[in-house]
């Protein structure tokens, strides 16, 4: 008898546990089901609204552009935005070189700094053949290239006109962007032409430079025959004009 009644309390278990667990298992299933995992951003979207932004900036700026963004790491985790990702440059750096882009999603309160590149090309002046100190430069020294923005350190020239009939007063290599600070249209103690007056009526006179300087700029010259120094603007080659 006790063996029997050891068995039928065995087998009520067993069905007690095959029963239990059937009856609930799909409860947790659709439990489960109704959970589901939380979706992360691509990076590819990160460093797409990145080059977006800057791509938008430079549209109205001169010359051509090439911007590139990074390849974030895939292992990045940052949760899905439910709205489009905010985008901003903080520190307003100029838009060439390395450019931090700062891309943010708003309502979950997360940020990310993107590098991204951004190479600026402009047409400038540049030496044709290598210009010595005191070169009048001519239409054949010079050429127009594209340029990167980061090559000049200073005022160029995107008009070879500006500069021919101008003399070289520092050493240019082959190549190198001609700045305004390598020539004078007039330099100083050259004789200049002096023309004062207005629209209706003008006086030329001889003259001679205290000081260097490209078209539209400002220098002092000084009348040969009153030896009076007056303040004119550069007009052209070896001539300055002088306004009342």
């Not at 030496?127 to 594209?146: F, H, M, N, W, Y």
């Not at 500069?163 to 330099?187: H, T, W």
């Amino acid at each position: 008898m006790l063996s029997y009644s050891h068995n039928i309390h065995l087998m009520c278990f067993i069905g007690l546990q095959l029963f239990f667990f059937s009856s609930i298992s799909p409860a947790f299933a659709n439990l489960e089901a109704s959970q589901p995992a939380t979706a992360n951003i691509s990076p590819d979207v990160i460093s797409q609204a990145a080059q977006e932004h800057v791509t938008a900036l430079t549209r109205e700026a001169n010359g051509s552009f090439t911007i590139t963004a990074p390849n974030l790491d895939n292992r990045l985790r940052l949760p899905q935005c439910p709205e489009p990702l905010s985008t901003d440059i903080p520190n307003k750096s100029s838009l060439s070189g390395t450019v931090s882009v700062l891309v943010r999603c708003e309502s979950l309160n997360w940020q990310i700094y993107v590098p991204v590149r951004v190479q600026q090309v402009l047409e400038r002046v540049v030496a044709k053949a290598p210009l010595p100190r005191g070169t009048v430069i001519s239409a054949a020294d010079i050429d127009v290239e594209q340029v990167e923005l980061r090559r000049q350190r200073g005022a160029s020239f995107a008009n070879p006109e500006q500069l021919i009939g101008s003399k070289v007063k520092r050493p240019v290599r082959l190549g190198e962007i001609i700045l305004a600070s390598d020539i004078c249209l007039v330099c100083r103690n050259d004789a200049v032409l002096i023309k004062a007056g207005n629209d209706g009526l003008s006086i030329i006179t001889e003259g001679k430079a205290l000081s260097d300087g490209s078209l539209g700029e400002q220098i002092r010259v000084q009348n040969n025959r009153s030896k009076k120094v007056i303040t004119g603007i550069v007009s052209a080659v070896g001539e300055v004009t002088v306004r009342y």
